[in-house]
């Protein structure tokens, strides 16, 4: 919570902007950490942020970074955890729910997205996750070190969301990035776009 993970808020607030979401939009961001994506959100048109995060000290220096950039009047800060059977929203209440680098190991793969698709009249229309993508290392049969072939996490993340019956589409975007130092490595990003089944129009009945 306490580290900003550059990669993922970048990939998250591209696809926002690109999806042209943000303006006037009321949204809700799970597992903030400082607040990064949710202030450059508000920065970038919104009109009002829900802030959450499990740790409240994060939390407290998520409110003094919001008065700090400008946005203490259009944000909230929640103690929630997104792991928790369920969340103290009407999420119905959100255009756009957003996330940035909470994927960090397979387990939270599934509450990540029993959270952010809800219950069928409970959640938001859009919802992306930023993620930086990383591969994990493990000990082998052999008992030498191993490294994952891909991102374990993200891809178990997709592949729940492909299966879920309540999102009708998902879509990943993937962003290569240099840090801001000349002797930063190159680090890749991943946005994934999931669209609930209230946001697809559907063509109008023959009379």
Do not use: M
């Not at 202030?39 to 740790?55: C, H, N, P, R, Y």
């Not at 700090?68 to 119905?92: I, K, W, Y």
């Not at 993620?131 to 490294?147: F, M, S, T, W």
Request: aromatic content about 8%; some cysteine; proline content about 4%.
């Amino acid at each position: 919570g306490f580290v900003l993970w550059r990669a993922a808020t970048t990939a998250a607030l591209r696809t926002l902007k690109e999806e042209n979401v943000l303006r006037k939009s009321i949204f809700l961001e799970l597992g903030t950490g400082l607040g990064a994506l949710g202030f450059l959100s508000l920065k970038q048109g919104a009109s009002f942020g829900v802030l959450t995060d499990k740790e409240l000290p994060v939390l407290k220096l998520t409110q003094q970074n919001a008065e700090l950039n400008g946005c203490a009047d259009r944000t909230e800060c929640v103690c929630a955890d997104f792991t928790a059977e369920r969340l103290p929203f009407r999420r119905q209440f959100f255009d756009v729910q957003i996330a940035s680098d909470v994927l960090f190991w397979d387990g939270l793969a599934d509450p990540l997205l029993r959270s952010l698709a809800g219950e069928e009249t409970n959640r938001a229309k859009l919802s992306i996750v930023g993620h930086e993508i990383r591969r994990a290392v493990y000990r082998g049969p052999d008992g030498e070190p191993k490294l994952e072939e891909e991102d374990s996490a993200l891809r178990k993340f997709i592949d729940l969301a492909k299966a879920n019956t309540k999102i009708a589409s998902v879509s990943e975007r993937y962003f290569k990035d240099k840090g801001p130092c000349d002797d930063d490595p190159e680090v890749s990003s991943a946005a994934i776009v999931l669209r609930s089944q209230e946001d697809i129009s559907e063509p109008p009945k023959k009379q």
